[in-house]
């Protein structure tokens, strides 16, 4: 028998590429089963079998518990203290004790029962090997032969006994796949699940994309094109920003390839999705009238505030800049990063003329002067009554129609105005009053508390539920003693725990 055991041991560890630890350890388990079938499921069994000449021993065995516990619930495999010495002088609690018993041999072991154990532990291990290679490599393009195809996705064979599995929301919509098609996907995530697929993946992501043209266009490989960015709406359309770092080089057209080559593998692979190629510039305007193609743009306003464009195109051209569905604006707008609002050029007109009016009746009410003097600021550029009270006096001087005292005489009523709109708004804080319970916080000070009070956090409950940085957005402090002063506030919640 023992001869036999080094066989089998040897024989699927060569097939399956296992350790041949685990083919013992997957042997002692179907001993261990056939034994206690043979005496009655309800004993403990441990087989050790000596990894160099395959013989075998058993035993059983009993957990060991305190003398005074109350947890025994198996008679036949667990023993208090003052039984278990007497099997083992040396037994502890949370131990095993256990006596030799008599071993079944390996040839009488039901063939069905010794192959479910052994093939078990087999998977088991393969399994652990393929997390062990594929984790850290989230976000790798792998290749692979289709397996199966089901209403929950795809699964693809990676080889070396590796499956990966793209959920049918990751797969190209509409795209046809049939098993032992080749098909490429990005791994996404590594699960260590016991059953159930552990590679995840994905087809539909940006970097997909991205990583689909660093395939299909050398340059990108070589450093001499960085791509930047994408976005994309899955099978239907897509953008990708490219720029070259070798002025000889032209960055969409390589991406592009000869006669489209390149470009057309990659929409080939997608289930012909179409890809514009955008070039990339540092100015973002500029960048995001590139992105707007083949929609030609007008004009173009930014607000940094906002972080928001508005462009403006022709009317006849104003659905090719919308898209189908919003689709060309909306991915222009993932692709820079910016809220694009896209209107006609009448639109944008009419529309910064209605802003230029009401910044022009601000300054005039604010400043207590004419129509005149506030299209002036307007044209110059001025948008807010902090830059007229605050910029260089030199900037307002270069303006043509304004001497040094007009200058003068500007920024100080801009001064007043922000200045009045500053004892208003302490006017307000003041009308909120604190709750004494956050006013009789242990380090609170009574400003704070009212500026707090002003923001809306009247009482200690509403400074309780705040975040750190909530609380440094309301309030620049230390970012420690933020965090006591929340902690502070939150403490009834720990004595109203512990007291329950």
Known sequence: MSKEILLVVDAVSNEKGVEKDIIFEAIEAALATATRRKHGDDIDVRVAIDREEGTYET?????????????????????????????????????????????????????????????????????????????????????????????????????????????????????????????????????????????????????????LFKIEVPEVGQGL????????????????????????????????????????????????????????????????????????????????????????????????????????????????????????????????ESETRELIELFSKQLDVDEEVSLILVQEGFSTMEEVAYVPASELIEIEEFDEDIVTELRNRARDVLLTQAIVQEEKIDETEPAEDLLSLEGMDKGLAYVLASKGVVTREDLAELATDDLLEIQEMDRELAGVLIMKARAHWFEAEQQA
């Open 225 to 352: 094109i960085d791509i930047l960015g994408a976005a994309r709406d899955p099978g239907l359309r897509a953008k990708i920003a490219v720029r070259s770092n070798d002025s000889r080089i032209d960055a969409v057209g390589a991406c592009v390839g000869m006669r489209g080559s390149r470009v057309q593998a990659v929409s080939n692979e997608l289930a012909g999705e179409r890809v514009d190629i955008i070039l990339w510039d540092e100015n973002t305007a500029q960048f995001v009238i590139n992105a707007m193609s083949p929609a030609e743009v007008v004009s173009i306003v930014v607000d940094e505030d906002a972080h928001s464009m508005d462009i403006a195109v022709e009317e006849e051209k104003l659905s090719q800049a919308i898209g189908r569905g919003g689709q060309n604006i909306r991915l222009a707008s993932e692709l820079s990063g910016w809220e694009l609002n896209v209107m006609t050029a009448a639109d944008a007109e009419q529309k910064s």
């Open 59 to 211: 035993f059983q065995r009993w957990l060991v518990f305190e003398d005074e516990s109350t947890e025994l619930e198996f008679p036949d495999r667990e023993l208090r203290m003052i039984d278990a010495v007497d099997v083992d002088p040396a037994a502890e609690p949370g131990g095993y004790v256990e006596v030799p018993m008599d071993s079944v041999e390996f040839g009488r072991i039901a063939a069905q029962t010794a192959k479910q154990v052994i093939v078990q532990k087999v998977r088991e291990a393969e399994r652990e090997q393929v997390v062990e290679e594929f984790t850290g490599r989230e976000g790798e393009m792998l290749s692979g032969l289709v397996k199966r195809v089901d209403r929950n996705g795809v699964f693809i064979d990676l080889g070396g006994n590796a499956e990966g599995f793209v959920p049918r929301e990751h797969m190209v919509p509409r795209e046809p796949v049939r098993p032992q098609d080749r098909i490429k996907a990005l791994l996404t995530e590594v699960r260590p699940e016991p059953r159930g697929p552990q590679l995840f993946m994905t087809r539909t992501s940006p970097q997909f994309l991205i990583e």
